[in-house]
């Protein structure tokens, strides 16, 4: 028989997807010279950062420890990079405590030139690199890369440091998808531009228009915040 009276439906879904997870952004960035002894000024830190530490230095010696005067204690990244007598090392606190003004490194013997640059990173993971890689070398053409890292998520903050011994590196080579943040003394240091970056290899390279001598480079890759 046919159907008879009426009827209504409604249908409603639910979703409850979690938002993606915030990307990395850079606080600030500080890079000089250090006086054997004395650290670098740094803007006052935030809480809960990454700060990023790349130092550069002459002297077969090796840094001993880092600290700075909001109380952070730093770690050794692994990148470790030597060549005669230069050498880039990178350190880190993974949930920095505020109010930080000046990070100084101290070695195990006698360092007499210092480098140092330095990046606080905000939605970064309190958790070790996800990858580190060095590099060493002569400098035998205008463009020469730092040693490349391989990203296992998307999204890590990746930075780069490259010391020459005679070599004066002006610029990131054209092309390139790093950031110059800083060319100081005619050394090297960058960062991995994208903050959404895909998984994969990721390697900075500098410019210089006068190769020669040796260089040392370190690279570490930083997992965002889940």
């Not at 879904?13 to 650290?39: F, K, M, Q, T």
């Not at 230069?86 to 480098?115: D, L, R």
């Not at 895909?198 to 190769?211: F, I, L, N, R, V």
Request: hydrophobic letters at 40%.
């Amino acid at each position: 028989s046919a159907p008879a009276g009426v009827y209504c439906v409604s249908t409603v879904v639910l979703c409850c997807c979690a938002p993606p997870p915030a990307s990395w952004a850079i606080v600030h960035e500080a890079s000089n010279d250090v006086n054997p002894g004395s650290g670098l000024t740094i803007p006052a830190t935030g809480s809960g950062h990454l700060i990023a530490l790349a130092i550069m230095f002459n002297g077969t010696t090796s840094v001993a420890s880092v600290s700075d005067n909001g109380g952070n204690t730093y770690v050794s990244a692994g990148a470790r990079s030597t060549v005669g007598q230069y050498a880039t090392e990178i350190w880190y606190v993974a949930n920095s405590k505020a109010n930080a003004t000046v990070v100084t490194p101290k070695f195990a013997g006698s360092a007499p030139h210092i480098e140092m640059t330095s990046w606080e990173v905000s939605n970064i993971a309190s958790t070790p690199p996800d990858a580190a890689k060095t590099a060493s070398g002569n400098v035998t053409s205008n463009n020469t890369a730092g040693p490349p890292v391989t990203t296992t998520q998307a999204g890590d903050f990746v930075i780069s440091a490259l010391l020459a011994g005679t070599a004066d590196f002006t610029s990131i080579s054209t092309g390139s998808k790093f950031t110059d943040d800083f060319t100081t003394n005619g050394n090297g240091w960058a960062h991995l531009t994208s903050n959404s970056a895909a998984a994969g290899t990721y390697q900075a390279s500098w410019y210089t228009g006068s190769p020669s001598g040796v260089y040392c480079a370190s690279t570490v890759a930083f997992l965002p915040a889940p």
